[in-house]
Each structure stands twice: as structure tokens, then as C-alpha cells.
């Protein structure tokens, strides 16, 4: 398709998504980074973030947790430790990692377990920041 970007988001687990899509947007490890059909080739590394892709004038979310991207003029291929759609995230549970992980983090404890406790804290609040997106998109 001209003019479309093939998006793949795989996991350990399983190809999650195969899209052909116009536009991506990835949480890099060097920051945040914008594909569009005809990019350069690169390749990047993926942190905890929020994963968003467009197709016409829908925007549709995804978690990343960790990975790689690899780019090319036609394809954005995700390979992602976690990832996980929008629409797939409960929202009741996200609120409750999030309260789980505030409270570990004031617990404290050796630095291995504040640091533990603090990603935990950052993967929940992603997932419960992308499941309200989902919402406030599925509601309009």
C-alpha cells in the first residue's frame, strides 16, 4: 500500500499486532520517536512508554515494556518483552497495581527493592494511563 506503513508488534509470546498503518509513535530509550512512511532505516531501543499508532484520523495505544524497534522505509517492527493493547487492559486491575506498587515503594527496603518497587510503580501507571486513554476514545 502506498503511503502505509506495515506496523508488527511481537512479543515472546506472539505476533500481538499486523497493521498496515500510517503513522507510528515509539517510547525509545533515547526518547520519544515519530515513523512515517519512507523513513530511514534504524534501529532503536525500547523503554517502559506508551506506544501509539495512526491510522487516518484514529489514534489507537499500546504498552511497550522493554524491546527493540527496527525501522525500514515500508515496515516498524516492535519486539516488545510486553506489550499490550488498549482495549485489553483491565482497568480495575491496573488501578489496584498501582496502589500495590505506591505502597511497596513506601515501604522501602534494600535499594534492589525500592528500585523493583519503582519500575512496578512506572509499568502500572502505564497501564492504567493507556487503559483510560482506550476509554476515553471507546466513549466519544
Do not use: N
Request: aromatic share 4%; glycine share 8%.
Amino acid at each position: 500500500m502506498a503511503g502505509k506503513l506495515l506496523l508488527e508488534v511481537v512479543t515472546p509470546d506472539h505476533l500481538l499486532l499486523s497493521q498496515q498503518v500510517d503513522e507510528v509513535i515509539a517510547p525509545g530509550t533515547e526518547g520519544e520517536f515519530g515513523v512515517l512512511p519512507g523513513h530511514c532505516h534504524f534501529l532503536s531501543t525500547l523503554k517502559i512508554g506508551e506506544l501509539r499508532y495512526r491510522i487516518g484520523d484514529t489514534t489507537s495505544y499500546m504498552s511497550v515494556l522493554w524491546g527493540f524497534a527496527e525501522v525500514t522505509p515500508t515496515k516498524v517492527t516492535i519486539l516488545a518483552e510486553i506489550a499490550e493493547k488498549a482495549e485489553d487492559i483491565d482497568m480495575e486491575r491496573a488501578l489496584a497495581a498501582v496502589a500495590k506498587a505506591e505502597q511497596r515503594l513506601e515501604i522501602g527496603g534494600l535499594p534492589s527493592e525500592v528500585e523493583e518497587a519503582k519500575v512496578s510503580l512506572e509499568k502500572a501507571r502505564l497501564r492504567k494511563k493507556i487503559a483510560e486513554r482506550a476509554r476515553r476514545t471507546s466513549h466519544s
